[in-house]
Structure formats: structure tokens, C-alpha cells
């Protein structure tokens, strides 16, 4: 798998943060695509499985709100994978997280 991946941090006005992350990869797989039709039985698809996986994250925190040095954040994520296999294996996700993390 190829992949490139950016991210940047900044510390805004008012306590703010935010991080993002921006990453773009390439997955080939060696082997033909198939299909398990049984315990011993493949269903091969005639095609190599080729991949293009684009995602992103944003978390925000207000670096005053802490409790016994725990700092809550809200991290927004989003994937899309692109297949050429793409009935099977494209799909786009998207979730919000509440994030409690503890620096030592």
C-alpha cells in the first residue's frame, strides 16, 4: 500500500484547538478478486482488487476544560474507499467522537 499523509495542529483564540488530518492511499492486491462459496470452493472474479482510500479527521478541544488533567474532544472523521471491484468494496463512512484523553 502507497499512501500519503498531512497534518496540521493550531492553537486558536480563546482556548481553541484543532487538529486535522488529511491521508490519501493506494491499495493493489497481488492475487485475483474472489469470492468464498463454501469452505474449500472460490469464486474467482477475474480481476485484480485496486483500491483508492481518501480520508480525513478534524478533532476540536478548548485547551481550559479539563478535570483531573482529562481533556474532552470532538474528533469528525470521514472515509471513501473507491474500488474497481466496486459493488463489493466501495463505501464512504462518517463519524463523530467524544474523545476523553489524559496526557502523563
Do not use: C
Amino acid at each position: 500500500m502507497k499512501s500519503v499523509y498531512a497534518g496540521w495542529v493550531q492553537e486558536w483564540g480563546k482556548g481553541i484547538s484543532s487538529q486535522l488530518n488529511l491521508n490519501f492511499a493506494l491499495r493493489h492486491y497481488d492475487d485475483e478478486a474472489f469470492l468464498p462459496a463454501g469452505s474449500s470452493l472460490r469464486l474467482y472474479l477475474g480481476k485484480q482488487r485496486k483500491d483508492k482510500i481518501y480520508s480525513t479527521n478534524l478533532m476540536l478541544w478548548k485547551r481550559d476544560w479539563h478535570l483531573l488533567g482529562v481533556t474532552p474532544k470532538l474528533k469528525f472523521s470521514w472515509k471513501q474507499q473507491k474500488s474497481n471491484l466496486s459493488t463489493m468494496y466501495s463505501y464512504k463512512e462518517k463519524n463523530v467522537h467524544l474523545i476523553f484523553e489524559k496526557s502523563f
